[in-house]
């Protein structure tokens, strides 16, 4: 005859197993949650197009002879919402002359942003040539 | 043994209640990431063909009712006349024109080639259907610049993407 006394054993392993399975996928669950709070991927991607941005007036502006390091970018440019839950974020460009080569230019361009408390930037550098007479 | 099966069914229920709770949240958090990187995939896709495509370009035209950017190219092929390596006197240098074309409509983007069928850059994931809700092209003939605007949408996730750049065409001569 069955005794319930046989299976007693394995009704407190279904529970203990249960636990262990619960507390696994809430782990998960706690590592993808702040990935979707903070999504750096998306604004990373932003910044990057911004640096473009910043780079290609710079240029247009060497073709003509100078080399303006101000920041150029379209004021409306520098704030986004991208994935940000509706909260906008504002980037910061600036850019530096790291070397130059008689009318080649190096320069950095530094895109800053923060979210969550937390500061992340982008840094790209491109070689300019400056057209002079 | 009833009062112990009375004990351990309802507790048996709440856990696997709990489980499958958990379950479809993991499941349902997945998708909408999955979402999310399809979405900056396609914007990521878009930007950096028309920016590689526009950085060459001869002449640039674009057209305001349907968001549209066509990039004309000046080419040359070669006829040879000899079987030399180089250009011996008989042999013909014709000058060709290859225009590229990205246009927006019923919110996919559009890639056309000369001899080509129009593809769909966007839209159609199996993962992450988007759709684009803006896309804004503009040109500064006197800087010679080129400014894009793309704002995408998941419609899985309803999460928006709007991303704006430039690209500067040293060669245009329109």
Redesign the interface.
Known sequence: MNR?DNE?GF?LL??VF??L??SF??M??MN??P??KN?Q??LR??AI??A??Q???M???A?AGTLDLSCQV?P??LT????SEGVPINFTVTSNEKSSNGNLHTVAVEVAWTVNGQDASVKLERTIRVVTD | MFAEFAIALPLLILLMYGLAAVGMKIFYLGKIQLADYVLEEEVHDVLSRLIYDARAAKTVTISKSIPTVAFTYRTTTIIWTKFSRAIADGDVIADKEEKRTYISIADKIYYEREDTPVNPLTGDNYFGSTKVTEFKPEFDTTTKILHVTLEMESEISRHKIKISTAVYIPGCES
């Open positions: 319930i007693r009704m279904n529970v249960l636990t399975i619960t996928a809430a998960i669950l993808a949650a990935r979707l999504p991927a998306a991607l932003t197009h911004l473009n941005e780079f290609a007036m240029e247009s502006k073709a379209k409306e440019d986004t919402k991208n994935f």
